[in-house]
Nanobody, 129 residues
Framework: QVRLVESGGGLVQAGGSLRLSCAAS????????MGWFRQAPGKKRDFVAF????????YYANSVKGRFTISRDNARNTVYLQMNSLKPEDTAVYYC??????????????????????WGQGTQVTVSS
């Protein structure tokens, strides 16, 4: 049974930083794909960032490029999202997602929720102005 556990959310002032973590368990190897999505109140869940198993491929939503950085530690089966220069519009529940089925993804595929088989419970990020 695959389990994803997020941590690191909280309340921060605009311009501040947070680092989210997501630990995967239940398989003997790291997920082929790990990503972050977010859902603001009253809105649909949106793609934030993706990283391949090797770490050699990353994709970001335009809204976070240059501010957020995704990374992973395969020895710990953990993916991170470093969020800098946070804005009030970054306020959302952030979800970690993982998939063990497909090795290669295009940017379009990586941004699609249907590409991910497993999801975390979400962690709240609130950015005050």
């Amino acid at each position: 049974q695959v389990r994803l556990v997020e941590s690191g959310g909280g309340l921060v002032q605009a311009g501040g930083s947070l680092r989210l973590s997501c630990a995967a368990s239940g398989r003997t190897y790291s997920p082929y794909a790990m990503g972050w999505f977010r859902q603001a109140p009253g809105k649909k869940r949106d793609f934030v960032a993706f990283m391949s198993q090797s770490g050699g491929t990353t994709y970001y939503a335009n809204s976070v490029k240059g501010r957020f950085t995704i990374s992973r530690d395969n020895a710990r089966n953990t993916v991170y999202l470093q969020m800098n220069s946070l804005k009030p519009e970054d306020t959302a529940v952030y979800y970690c997602a993982a998939d063990y089925r497909v090795v290669y993804r295009t940017e379009s595929n990586a941004a699609s929720e249907t590409e991910y088989e497993h999801w975390g419970q979400g962690t709240q990020v609130t950015v005050s102005s």
